[in-house]
């Protein structure tokens, strides 16, 4: 069983559309997250969710809106797509502890390649 | 906030050759250092970590160096194999307070070539 899957792999959409990914993972980590990697390989987070509640906001649109239904979810809905939006979105999730040492092992998706044309 | 640095941003070696990675960081609070190996069209995996208590850590051909006075770490892979080819990237966090906020080093394409 994957243990952290996105969907799609592969998005391809025109300028102006909205779409959604979505991310599951079945470690019961207790935080996720979202990267971007853009075309020089380039990580960067955009959101962080601990337990439900959002934790990191990195300096990001307010186009992008990541949702947590669950510990186990964590889906990214974007508006108005742009061509810069253009990326590798990266889910993950780690086990994280507030305040005893953290454990900042990530484990990632695979991916989802957006192409905005 | 934190900048990671990373060198180089490519390198290739001869199979059974060593390689180094070399990455410095910025924040002197940092503390927990990790190093993602990424293969093509997958996401990055971890391959190793070292907590700032711990000068070296080795994992079979694999070892990482810490240097905290210089602020530096490094990679270091020996007898390398094809396999090994990927993007390596390094990482570096405060840990518990920031709950997983990881800077990653602008990543290195390995190529070792048979």
């Known amino acids: 069983d994957t243990a952290v899957s996105q969907t799609p792999k592969y998005l391809v959409t025109q300028m102006g559309n909205d779409k959604s990914i979505k991310c599951e993972q079945n470690l019961g980590h207790d935080t996720m997250y979202w990267y971007k990697q853009d075309s020089k390989k380039f990580l960067k987070i955009m959101f962080s969710y601990n337990n439900k509640e959002l934790i990191i906001n990195e300096t990001v649109p307010n186009r992008f809106s990541p949702k947590s239904p669950d510990k186990a979810h964590l889906n990214l809905h974007i508006n108005s797509l742009e061509l810069g939006d253009s990326a590798v979105y990266f889910c993950?999730?780690?086990?994280?502890?507030?305040?005893?040492?953290?454990?900042?092992?990530?484990?990632f998706g695979s991916g989802t390649q957006l192409s905005v044309l | 906030g934190e900048n990671v640095e990373q060198h180089p941003s490519t390198l290739s070696v001869q199979e059974g050759d060593s390689a180094v990675i070399k990455c410095t960081y910025s924040?002197?609070?940092?503390?927990?250092f990790p190093w993602y190996k990424q293969e093509l069209g997958k996401g990055p995996q971890l391959i190793i970590d070292i907590r700032s208590n711990v000068g070296e850590k080795k994992d079979q051909r694999i070892a990482v160096t810490l240097n905290k006075t210089a602020k530096h770490f490094s990679l270091h892979i020996t007898e390398t194999q094809p396999e090994d080819s990927a993007v390596y990237f390094c990482a570096a966090s405060r840990g518990g307070s920031t709950l997983g906020r990881l800077y990653f080093g602008r990543g290195t394409q390995l190529t070792v070539w048979p």
């Open positions: 924040d002197s609070a940092s503390n927990y």
């Open positions: 993950a999730s780690s086990q994280t502890a507030r305040g005893q040492g953290a454990n900042e092992k990530l484990f």
